[in-house]
């Protein structure tokens, strides 16, 4: 069976709304006779696409319908002639009656078992077409009956001009052609069907109050929603799973993970957690995470789906994730996560992984680049940070950080944090263009080259907003004046592909005071006397003097 992926429908299961055998196909015996039918027909078939169960119709009546879902086009259909063989009724029981049908390999003869009898019908010649790009085809110059099939091995599907995959080819039917009218005082020649492929695009999402940036140590809360599969409650329905592979750079928060059905209900989203039907293993450190449905599960899938039982048409998990120190060794400190739906509804065909949409999730650096007047760099400088300028301004509210034994931060801790005063918190200080032997912790401070693991922006990707930071210095080089406010940094400026933003600063020299007790100090002192001196001998009275 062909099965191409899709850059936007992933996993894809059948529910047909056609005319099938047994809904008013009864064939005129003498059909050449009578003038209200008129010679031979037609069979058109009209290929839509349906996301999801709720958008499938009620079944047709071989008249013209006007549908909304997408057309596909390049499907491959045949239809084959059937003639009873023997005593067979010259109308096909319908598999709507409760008749089964089956082929033999060469397609030469169709059995049908119903009534505790089997019938036979041989098969002519194939005819093949493909729809168009309005999902027709026209099958013209019928008349009988007819076994029609979903050809997928010949098969290129599209919808609205992008690959799509199809699992299963929709359900084979028998219809009739001409066929009595929907009220069964007439006949119409040119029958239409409409056997539908439901659509399921596996949906991954990634939601931390609305951000795909984070703090480094920041929890992640990851969904991955799909559209519950039509036959989901079949025997041929063996494996149905839904797995996620954590990216390194992401540590499983462990006992997270639940499993929901959805509906679409009043304009929004609604769910139920399912709590039987599945096994995995959830615990911390569980890697990939996998929920395995078993064939009581997927009943439980299919009788959820009905209207009885809530009418849910998805099925996900939802589970946490903390972003660690090895998204500092991905490229543009970027974590990129993707999971599967593992599928397989075709006995004897392989198992099916269909990968769900890859989200993106950063973090981002600042770098200080210290410089004197000159333009040169200058060590001997140190910075501490905020999230804030009157954190910045306040001088005990700087951003702390927790790091491992490797000396690589896992954590970002804010004033206000339950932990931010424990002896796990150090003080965070940047040292630029410092020697290597003088970076790393050092009792209760980790002293850095560079501020890493920040929040870039807030908002998601079409509404982001940039984050602004305050960093202070704390110690300037010897000789040098301390910065007298706080520099803002913002990732607005940020390079958009690295997520890191420099911001130099620059020092200018202090001004030096004379030292007390210096020798100049000393005879500017003695001179001062002097001077007095004299003047008060000058203005003593000479009668005095003598």
Known sequence: MKKKLSSIVSLLFILCTVVVGGAQIVKAENSAIRPDIGGTGSLTI????????????????????????????????????????????TTPPSEKDGAVYSLNTAKTELMITFGGKTHKYTMGGKQTGTTNATGEYKFENLEGFYYVEEDLANSNPKVNGKDVTIATPAKPFVVSVPMTNPTGDGWFKDVHVYPKNQGMTPEKTVNNGGKNSVNIGDRLDFGIKVAIPSDIGEDEYKVFNIHDT??????????????????????????????????????????????V????????????????GGSYTHVGIEFGATVN???????????????????????????????????????????????????????????????????????????????????????????????????????????????SGDLGKKGDTFYASKFQGLQTHSGTDDEKVAMDYYVVETKTPNGY???DEPAKVTFADEDKTTHIVS???????????????????????????????????????????S
């Open 481 to 483: 004046n301390l910065l």
């Open 246 to 291: 954590l990216d390194e750079a992401l540590t499983y928060v462990g006992d997270t993970v639940k499993v929901y059905v959805y509906k679409f209900e009043s304009g929004a989203w609604q769910k139920k957690e399912m709590t039987t039907g599945f096994t995995g293993n959830f615990a911390e450190g569980a890697h990939p995470i996998s929920v």
């Open 503 to 545: 911001k130099e600063i620059v020092n200018s020299k202090g001004f030096k005071l004379p030292n007390t007790g210096s020798l100049g100090m000393i005879l500017l002192t003695v001179i001062g006397i002097i001077l007095i001196g004299l003047a008060i001998v000058m203005f003593i009275p000479k009668k005095r003097r």
């Open 325 to 435: 120190e090895k998204v500092l060794e991905k490229p543009n400190y970027t974590v990129k996560n993707k999971g599967d739906i593992e599928w397989n509804n075709t006995p004897g065909d392989e198992t099916i992984k269909t990968p769900t949409p890859e989200t993106e999730t950063n973090t981002g650096d600042i770098v200080i680049d210290k410089k004197d007047q000159a333009g040169a760099d200058l060590s001997g400088a140190e910075f501490q940070i905020a999230d804030s300028d009157a954190d910045a301004k306040d001088g005990n509210k700087y951003i702390k950080v927790k790091v491992d034994d490797a000396g690589l931060i896992t954590d970002l801790v804010y004033p206000g944090d339950a932990d931010y005063d424990s002896a796990d918190a150090l003080n965070w200080v940047v040292r630029p263009h410092a020697a």
């Open 46 to 89: 009209h290929k839509h696409w349906a996301e999801d169960t709720s958008q499938i119709g009620d079944e047709g009546n071989g008249q013209e319908q006007t549908v909304s879902n997408p057309p596909v086009e390049s499907v491959a259909f045949n239809i084959y002639e059937l003639t009873p063989v023997d005593d067979a009724p």
């Open 293 to 308: 449905f078993t064939e009581e599960g997927r009943k439980e899938l299919a009788q959820l789906m009905s209207v009885d």
